[in-house]
């Protein structure tokens, strides 16, 4: 399975809303994330994936280094990728700066 297909299923489990997360899917998590490390980490394609969660989590005010620490050792070894994340995040954080200006929530 790929990231981008486990962080689907994730997405679809919590607009389930549910508070519990099913024994099979956190086995596939931890199951990617030790390919992900036997790997040497996330390649270009999986950040790429779920580059967009880590930002928006940045920009709730979240820890994603935390959350998400192999991604963000990947995005510090990888222009290319840090690059694409910053260029997000900038767009996330304008697109709020305005909808607080505008007084939406």
Do not use: N
């Not at 950040?47 to 969660?53: I, T």
């Not at 990888?78 to 954080?93: M, R, S, V």
């Amino acid at each position: 399975m790929s990231i981008k297909d486990f962080a689907d299923r994730i997405r679809a489990l919590f607009h389930r809303q549910t508070s519990e997360i099913p024994d099979q899917v956190i086995r596939e998590l931890i199951h990617s994330l030790e390919e992900a490390d036997e790997q040497g980490g996330f390649s270009c394609e999986d950040v790429f994936a779920v580059v967009d969660q880590y930002a928006e989590i940045e920009v709730r005010g979240d820890d994603a280094a935390r959350l998400m620490p192999l991604l963000r050792e990947h995005l510090d070894g990888c222009h290319d990728c840090c690059e694409e994340y910053e260029a997000l995040l900038d767009i996330l954080e304008h697109s709020e700066s305005q909808m607080k200006h505008q007084g939406l929530p």
